[in-house]
């Protein structure tokens, strides 16, 4: 926000999932003029020089959230029950738990920031 007035690519709600030590992936809903909604999904990896960060954006508006979901469901459960049934796909839950628990900064907050506080220009796929 700037002057008290609030952008209109800011968040209006944001969820973060942390996907190992180098991925990151946000989930963002952004207002248009129009005051309609869409969700921004951003996948955040560190360069594996060190210097910053690789992002890659995906636009989702709401004419697409039912097919979305309903294909990413199918899909996820195809290789959950065709091509890897005996996976304990549980592991990376535990996994991921444990990981955030030994990588909180010491006043208990994550060590990544939201989304909204990294991006820039809203029409950029990586910067």
């Known amino acids: 926000m700037e002057n008290g007035k609030s952008n209109r690519f800011d ?17 963002d809903v952004k207002q248009t003029k129009g005051d309609d909604y869409y969700i921004t999904m951003t996948e955040s990896t560190r ?13 989702l508006y709401k004419e697409d959230f039912n097919r979305f979901i309903e294909s990413l469901e199918n899909t996820i459960n195809h290789i959950k029950t065709e091509l890897m049934p005996n996976y304990d796909y549980e592991e990376f839950d535990r996994r991921n738990a444990e990981w955030e628990a030994t990588n909180q900064d010491e006043d208990g907050s994550d060590e990544v920031t939201s989304n909204s506080s990294i991006s820039s220009d809203e029409g950029d796929m990586e910067w």
């Open 11 to 27: 968040s209006v709600y944001s969820e973060k999932v942390r996907a190992g030590r180098r991925r990151t992936y946000f989930f």
């Open 47 to 59: 360069r594996s020089s060190g210097d910053g960060y690789n992002r890659h954006k995906i636009f």
